[in-house]
């Protein structure tokens, strides 16, 4: 018992450090908690997950099982202050499910929230490779760092593409929602979660009355599927579809950890930093390079002060009314 008491001892102080102190330090003072085999999967080369990552995930994840929240055997995390493209044009991949059970690890592509811009009033979208602006505010489409847990799947029919001369797919796309706390309590209010970087833009209206999914004048919509893997999301999680085909099963009734760095306290720390001259890893912080070089200064807008602001802008500004799809031309 006293064993017992003792490991549940090291593990609270492990998250006490984890959430408290600088990475550098914290990296220094936990490298030995992290296992063997996933060392070398820990760093600042592409395909590795950052020390202050994966200590902060590992240490949520820990919370939550000792709690009795999870029992998922793997753990995701995500660092978007990492390029979402490559110089070589590939995705960078900044999305990683860790089993430590099976001594598994995976890095793989994720697109961040691309913001948004009201003319005249506030801008805050970011560009396609690297986030600058970060925020928990309800139609802001922005990527809000901290922790998660997954919760269900939902899976919904988007339209109809021509999948040969002759032939229409429907397409699907599963939606995993994540609930939040803290700063990101709002995610289920704001859709928040995580699903394959797959689209459909329909085009027109296809008679089809035999179809399941068919409207009550038994027309269905017909469109262009597109993969936007390496774009920009309204502040969910994508992923490839490949990559989202494998962590929707295990997820499936199975609920996990996803935390998401930067937080706002990470943000406004890189901020002052910047302002002031200095260098993130010498002042005990940790942001990408490439993508600190290409943004500049971060900002995290949160949800108490631009709500309102993108409330007032969308009351002044009412989407158009949709117009009826017209009828397709082909049969």
Known sequence: MRRHVNILRAAGLVILLVFTFPWPALAAAQTDTIPEWLKPHV????GQIAP???LRARALYMEKRDAGAVRNPCYFAMDPTRPNNLPSGKPGKRFYMICEASRSFAAMPAGHGGGRTLPGVADFKNERRCAKNF?????SSLTTGGGYLTSEIITSFKGY???????YTPFTRSFVQFDGEGETANARKREIGGHAGMLLRATC???????PYADKGGYVPVGTLIDYTG???NGCTTWPLADARQL???VSGNRTTVYIYPESRDIDAVARMVAAGGSASQNGLYWNDMCLNEIGTPKFWPRESLEPVIARYDAAHPPAVPKPLPICNDP
Do not use: I
């Not at 760093?43 to 592409?46: D, H, I, N, Q, V």
């Not at 593409?161 to 032939?167: E, F, G, K, M, P």
């Open 205 to 211: 209206r296809r008679k089809d009355p035999s179809s």
């Open 135 to 139: 925020g928990n505010a309800l139609e």
């Open 52 to 54: 202050p990552v994966l």
């Open 231 to 233: 774009g920009r999301s």
């Open 248 to 250: 929707m099963p295990m």
């Open 161 to 167: 593409y021509r999948s040969s001369a002759r032939n």
């Open 43 to 46: 760093g600042m080369k592409e």
